[in-house]
């Protein structure tokens, strides 16, 4: 694939990672610097759910935080679109990437890290409070989307930390899922579901891409994967570096 304008995303994309190298140094080994990517390059066109494939330990969730901003990247160019413009997430500052996640790119992961203490209704309302929504029509989009995916009303009011593993996924679902943004970046969202709501979570995939959102996905579960995947990306042919696991 090429890309011939500096900072231009193809047509109809959301999301362009281009030629990214990645390197680790491992400060407790004498600072030796151990590459993890290299060249990797991929599209997220919007309404179409990509998937890292790949074994455990080839790369997935760093090439997962470096779209979200959490690792840098060495080299490469991770263009997204941005509030009609494009903004590339290597060299963007912290205040860039933090307007990024607020207004384009969500993230769901398995593990919910929620404010102490807040009831679950808020956590997942939170998104729509922060873009200006009212509380009670963000509260009554958050009860339905709590109620879609089997959390008991009685649990509501408590915070998720009081919650099982599956539960407090499922408010971590929630809140991804609350309103439709550009693009959304899922890292084995349903590892901990059974088969119902991963059913659900198979619908609320499919509905926001057909609203157009693109999807970034990492996925444990075959079926799930299946269902939703428009294009595998091999993450292992972007690893120079084999004998060595990272998450």
């Not at 779209?67 to 990247?73: E, L, N, T």
């Not at 997204?80 to 290597?90: E, N, R, Y």
């Not at 619908?203 to 994967?225: C, K, N, P, Q």
Request: charged share 20%; aromatic share 6%; proline share 6%.
């Amino acid at each position: 694939m090429t890309h011939n304008a500096p900072n231009a995303l193809p047509d109809n994309t959301i999301l362009s990672v281009q030629n990214v190298d990645k390197t680790f140094t491992l400060h407790l080994q004498d600072a030796q610097r151990l590459p993890v990517l290299h060249g990797m390059t991929f599209d997220v066109p919007r309404g179409a759910c990509v998937v890292l494939g790949g074994e455990s330990g080839a790369g997935k969730s760093t090439v997962m935080k470096m779209v979200f901003g959490s690792y840098g990247a060495d080299s490469g160019r991770i263009l997204l679109g941005h509030q009609g413009s494009v903004l590339d997430l290597v060299t963007a500052a912290p205040r860039q990437v933090l307007a990024a996640r607020r207004e384009t790119v969500g993230y769901v992961s398995q593990f919910l890290r929620a404010v102490p203490r807040v009831p679950a209704l808020d956590v997942v309302a939170e998104p729509l409070l922060a873009r200006g929504v009212d509380r009670a029509s963000a509260r009554e989009r958050a009860s339905e989307l709590l109620a879609r995916l089997s959390i008991p009303e009685r649990l509501w009011k408590l915070p998720p930390a009081t919650f099982s593993g599956g539960e407090q996924q499922r408010v971590n679902i929630a809140r991804g899922f609350i309103f439709e943004r550009p693009l959304l970046l899922l890292d084995e969202p349903t590892a901990s579901l059974d088969a119902r709501n991963r059913g659900v979570v198979i619908d609320l995939i499919r509905e926001s891409l057909g609203h157009g959102t693109g999807m970034l996905a990492i996925f444990h579960d075959a079926d799930v994967r299946e269902a939703v995947a428009d294009l595998t990306v091999d993450v292992q042919s972007f690893t120079p570096v084999r004998d060595e696991v990272f998450a």
